[in-house]
């Protein structure tokens, strides 16, 4: 099971550092990514990270101002949002896969990911 947390609101240049703690069958897990999503449009891919931490994929958009790593005594994976613009608003959810060992360039594919946490709100305003 994921439960991510952290979201709320802040002003444009702020930050915010979102938690997805995986708990339950953790030792398979290869990957874990965070997505999020604006009401009616698809989910967007944000950041991911290989389950050892040895590999990390940003999306364009965050390059520089989110940084995502694990907690590894506590299964737990944060993405640090810094630099935060109203364009950043959405729903965040955080992802796991324990299927198989990918490249880390196709994490940024939902498809790639098998356990979904239910999602925490972030707002930026202006």
């Known amino acids: 099971q994921l439960q991510a947390s952290g979201g709320g609101l802040v002003q444009a240049g702020g930050s915010l550092r979102l938690t997805c703690a995986a708990s339950g069958r953790t030792a398979g897990i290869s990957g874990i990514g965070w997505f999020r999503q604006i009401p009616g449009k698809e989910r967007e891919f944000v950041a991911a990270m290989t389950w050892t931490g040895s590999r990390t994929l940003y999306a364009d958009s965050v390059k520089g101002r989110f940084t995502i790593s694990r907690d590894n005594t506590e299964n737990t994976v944060a993405l640090q949002m810094n630099s935060l613009k109203p364009e950043d608003t959405a729903v965040y959810y955080c992802?796991?896969?324990?299927?198989?060992?990918?490249?880390?360039?196709?994490?940024?594919?939902?498809?790639?990911?098998?356990?979904w946490g239910q999602g925490t709100q972030v707002t930026v305003s202006s």
């Open positions: 992802a796991t896969d324990d299927r198989a060992l990918r490249p880390i360039g196709s994490m940024a594919d939902e498809r790639a990911y098998n356990s």
